[in-house]
Structures are given as C-alpha cells and as structure tokens.
Nanobody, 120 residues
Framework: QVQLVESGGGLVQPGGSLRLSCALSGSMFSMYHMNWYRQTPGKQRELVATATSGGTTMYADFVEERFTISRDGAEKMVYLQMNSLKPEDTDVYYC??????????????WGQGTQVTVSS
C-alpha cells in the first residue's frame, strides 16, 4: 500500500520561503514520477511541479523560477522549495506519486495535503 505523507506547510509573509516535504512508503520510489499539486477550495487541482523517475523536472508557468522540486531516492522523499512566495500561492499543496507506465501505470496516489498561507 503506497502512502504519502507531507509536511512543511504553514504561514509565511509575502516574499518568504517554505520547504514542503513528502515521504513515500510502501513501494519502490524509483518507479514513480513525483508531483506537487495545489488546490483552492472550489477550484480544480493544478499541477505545480514534476520530478520524473528519470530526474527531469518541470514547472507550471506561474512558478516563474521561484520553486524547486527535488527528490532523494535513498530517503524516498520529494521536496518543494518555495521562495519569493506571493499571497496567490496560498493553497493546500498535495504530493502525488504517478506510477511509471513501465511498471503498470499510470496509477496515482495522493498525500493528505498541507496548507500554505502567504499573508502579512
């Protein structure tokens, strides 16, 4: 059973930084592309950043080089370093694991979400 547990959300002032963490358990980390999504209540969940199983990273346009996604295979962790945060970055952030097609995917797993609030 794949489980994802996020941590690191909180309240930060505009221009500040936060680092989100996500731990994967129950499966081999290398089989998954790892993603961060975010969602405002009442709106569709949107993709923020991707770190593929091969190490490629991709970002949504709104990130504007402010965020960095990284993964640690030894620790089975994925991180999202968020800098220069704006009030519009306020959302619940979700960690997502997407099983690589070579291993029977796509198949998606979600964490419980962590609240990020950017406010003065």
């Amino acid at each position: 059973q794949v489980q994802l547990v996020e941590s690191g959300g909180g309240l930060v002032q505009p221009g500040g930084s936060l680092r989100l963490s996500c731990a994967l358990s129950g499966s081999m980390f290398s089989m998954y592309h790892m993603n961060w999504y975010r969602q405002t209540p009442g709106k569709q969940r949107e993709l923020v950043a991707t770190a593929t199983s091969g190490g490629t990273t991709m970002y949504a346009d709104f990130v504007e080089e402010r965020f960095t996604i990284s993964r640690d295979g030894a620790e089975k962790m994925v991180y999202l370093q968020m800098n220069s945060l704006k009030p519009e970055d306020t959302d619940v952030y979700y960690c997502n694991a997407d099983l690589h097609v070579a291993f029977g995917g796509p198949k998606y797993y979600w964490g419980q979400g962590t609240q990020v609030t950017v406010s003065s």
